[in-house]
């Protein structure tokens, strides 16, 4: 559990507080007695609790002064996103802007002498494997459409080191690499969702036959959201220096299991499943170690994946119950 008394009265930082981490985050550290700045670009958040919040565009660098002046901690969970398709089809759109944001919300960080910076990563930049990933096993080589994504974060990663191992004044730093996160308040549009966003969707909407891009058979790892919270928030108040840190559930799941898992708890077993190999898809199996997060800060995952998608999909079909997420979104 998250130690309220090493947050509490602290003022930190959630850049992309509108986001799908950067939303439970905040209120996270809201609820242990954080002075929360949250910022937001394009979508205003809404459902968030905060001290404050700036809109921010972290590709200029005087918001990124603004946004760090008079804060203890920052943590980086502004992104350019996206789907397969997007990811297979235009991958430099992950480029440029992100490397632009993590190198100046960084710099500023440091101008404006936070004590502590958290860079949220991914587990794009470890290699195709068979085994399950340790934080020490990225080797500079990358599943082929993951090659700009895994690049950009890992140049991210390198950059966050800097501050804190290269530098005479150094600024700690934590490098954190979720599984696959999924919940409530997660991208559910279909330009911008993921693959358990996708399904309940789907599904919710009683598509029959269901759509499910690829065979069904890749092999992924999935945490749910509130879990992930807890873990990062455990990395970050027990890390030195400078750490990275796989953050995820170490249990194999295929997207048939999803699949499954989905249509029982919508009671919805007797659809039928298409699958489509034309469809763009990612890397077919990533196994991730999480051995160092549990023995950093005796963290382990509490929500099954039943669980967690049921508690999904109830929030769901509130949320949107008038309006589509697309609709939902456009208004905001």
């Not at 002064?65 to 996103?81: G, H, P, R, S």
């Amino acid at each position: 559990m998250a130690n309220s008394s090493f947050y509490k009265d602290k003022t930190i930082l959630v850049a992309g507080a509108s986001g799908f981490v950067g939303t439970h985050l905040s209120n996270k550290l809201h609820e242990l007695g954080a002075n929360v700045v949250a910022t937001y670009n394009k979508r205003i958040p809404i459902d968030l609790a905060s001290s404050s919040r700036l809109k921010c565009d972290f590709t200029k660098y005087d918001d990124c002064l603004k946004a760090t002046q008079d804060v203890d901690y920052v943590f980086m969970c502004a992104a350019n996103t996206s789907g397969a398709a997007v990811m297979e089809k235009t991958p430099l759109a992950h480029l440029t802007p992100n490397v632009v944001m993590n190198s100046q919300i960084l710099a500023a960080a440091y101008e404006n002498k936070v004590s502590k910076f958290c860079f949220i990563s991914s587990n794009t930049v470890y290699p195709v494997t068979d085994f399950a990933v340790k934080e020490d096993d990225v080797n500079y080589e990358f599943f082929s459409k993951y090659f700009i994504v895994g690049w950009m974060k890992l140049f991210s990663e390198k950059m966050t080191e800097m501050y804190s191992k290269h530098i005479k004044t150094p600024m700690d730093t934590l490098v954190v690499r979720p599984g696959n996160l999924y919940g409530p308040n997660d991208k559910f549009t279909w330009t911008e969702s993921k693959v358990i966003a996708a399904l309940i969707r789907k599904c919710i909407e009683r598509q029959n036959p269901l759509p499910v891009w690829g065979d069904g058979e890749d092999l992924k790892d999935f945490l749910y959201i509130d879990d992930f919270i807890e873990g990062l928030l455990t990395a970050f108040e027990n890390s030195k220096e400078f750490e990275s840190i796989n953050i995820a559930s170490s249990i194999p799941v295929t997207i048939k299991d999803i699949i499954n898992i989905i249509l029982k708890v919508e009671g919805s077993e007797n659809t039928e499943i298409k699958f489509d190999t034309t469809m763009p898809t990612m890397l077919p199996k990533r196994l991730i170690n999480t051995d160092k997060i549990r023995r950093l800060g005796n963290w382990e995952p509490k929500v099954s994946l039943e669980e967690g998608i049921s508690r999904t999909i109830v929030w769901y079909k509130e949320y949107f119950k008038k309006k589509t997420p697309e609709e939902k979104y456009d208004n905001q």
